[in-house]
């Protein structure tokens, strides 16, 4: 039986490393970085989402990186369309792909497939909406009782989503998600690491971040944003971790230090909520590593991906 083609995954919270540990392996592996990031896919933040640099790209080969403009949105299951061709081609080429990324609802719908759900009914999406969150989960527990156990009275994003697609579509969530498609999990020898490093160290690396943003460039990539009629508040690109931190600044809603502050904060809380998704929901048999130690990272793909 012919073996199924590798796929090498690192996943973890931002600044905790994957980048690195990705180039290194690309290079001692002839392989490719693919992009499993929701905000590296965009032009017009390499700053401000620690994207890899010009240089880092010259040195492997990397994909999905800023390849779409910030007027446009980019969805989970876009994106895993255009990573399986990545993928795809990779493989076809010889090589081998590393996919990289601390966007854990990509990496899950790459792998596992995305629900089948139609496209929602206007209308119901606008009353739905228009609910206040306590009356809308009140209706979901007649409409849909195990979602509504399952998510938080509080919830307004999820409940909405979970009552507008039973409305529109008379099946619940739940129903759509068990028969998920177009995953690649089983067509792939997929070799998976998570890093979670200590979280003191990660913090502090989340700092240091925020203050190098500032001096390299993210403030220009923000002013660059906010001139362009076509990019609206509502675009996926200017809820990225950061932006509106810095445009308060720039629009003198705040001080250079107030800005600093409120980036280091939402960094280091976007890091803490990718630590905790890592740790709980991927598969039991994903290796969790632990150290801060990136050589201990690159000895465990190498005992692998040499066997």
């Not at 759509?176 to 995953?183: D, E, K, L, N, P």
């Amino acid at each position: 039986m012919q073996s199924l083609p590798r796929l090498a995954l690192i996943a973890g919270p931002t600044a905790s490393g994957k980048s690195a540990l990705a180039m290194d392996l690309a290079e001692r592996h002839d392989g490719v970085v693919v992009n499993a990031d929701s905000a590296q896919v965009y032009s017009n933040l390499r700053i401000l989402s620690a994207r890899p640099s010009t240089a880092d790209e010259a040195r492997v080969p990397h994909r999905l990186f800023g390849y779409i403009d910030g007027a446009e949105s980019c969805s989970a299951a876009r994106w895993a369309g255009d990573a399986r061709r990545a993928i795809a081609e990779t493989h076809a080429a010889g090589k081998l792909p590393i996919l990289v990324g601390g966007t854990g609802l990509y990496i899950r719908t790459l792998l596992d497939g995305i629900a089948p759900i139609p496209e929602i009914d206007s209308a119901v999406r606008e009353q739905v909406r228009a609910l206040p969150v306590a009356e809308a989960h009140a209706r979901l527990r007649h409409a849909d009782p195990d979602a509504a156990a399952r998510l938080a009275p509080a919830d307004t994003t999820r409940v909405a989503r979970a009552l507008e697609v039973i409305r529109s579509t008379g099946r619940t969530l739940a129903e759509w998600q068990a028969h998920r498609q177009g995953g690649i999990a089983d067509s792939v020898d997929l070799i998976p690491a998570i890093l979670l490093p200590d979280r003191d160290w990660l913090l502090a690396r989340c700092d240091a971040r925020a203050e190098a943003m500032l001096e390299d460039g993210a403030v220009a990539e923000v002013a660059a944003l906010l001139v362009r009629r076509d990019i609206t508040p509502n675009l996926s690109v200017r809820r990225a971790i950061g932006v509106q931190d810095i445009a308060n600044w720039l629009n003198g809603k705040t001080s250079r230090a107030q800005a600093l502050d409120a980036l280091r904060l939402a960094t280091r809380q976007y890091a803490k909520r990718q630590f905790t998704w890592f740790r709980n929901q991927p598969p039991a048999s994903w290796p969790l590593l632990l150290t801060s130690d990136l050589s201990n990272y690159t000895a465990h793909y190498d005992r692998i991906l040499r066997s």
